[in-house]
């Protein structure tokens, strides 16, 4: 009904950059929430940026001033761009959305939580 798509991984050196996009489709009506997640190997998954309520954003303190998140909301699409990017950057780059189906769960407040498959990122000289 609803799918996330992430692209743009890949491997980068050090001090590097790279674009993730996440393009949301399916049965949408209201986005509430939208960005990404990170899991690298035998660590918990964490958050990284998202769009919140009101049109704020919120990241990680570890890639504030590196990672810019930005959307389209026409194409329901959210952009990560990362900067200046350290090997401890390297994890499985999730896309999440937070949103309504339909009129009537926007009504209800029944929001659904949504994820990717995910894209690898690895930063390695």
């Known amino acids: 009904q609803v799918q996330l798509v992430e692209s743009g991984g890949g491997l980068v050196q050090p001090g590097g950059s790279l674009r993730l996009s996440c393009a949301a489709s399916g049965n949408i009506f209201i986005i509430n929430t939208m960005g990404w997640y990170r899991q690298a190997p035998g660590k918990q998954r964490e958050l990284v940026a998202t769009f919140t309520t009101g049109d704020n954003t919120n990241y990680a303190d570890s890639v504030k001033g590196r990672f810019t998140i930005s959307r389209d909301n026409a194409k329901n699409t959210v952009y990560l761009q990362m900067n200046s990017l350290k090997p401890e950057d390297t994890a499985v780059y999730y896309c999440?959305?937070?949103?309504?189906?339909?009129?009537?769960?926007?009504?209800?407040?029944?929001?659904?939580?949504?994820w990717g498959q995910g894209t690898q990122v690895t930063v390695s000289s």
């Open positions: 999440n959305a937070d949103l309504y189906s339909s009129t009537s769960t926007w009504i209800r407040r029944r929001p659904s939580t949504y």
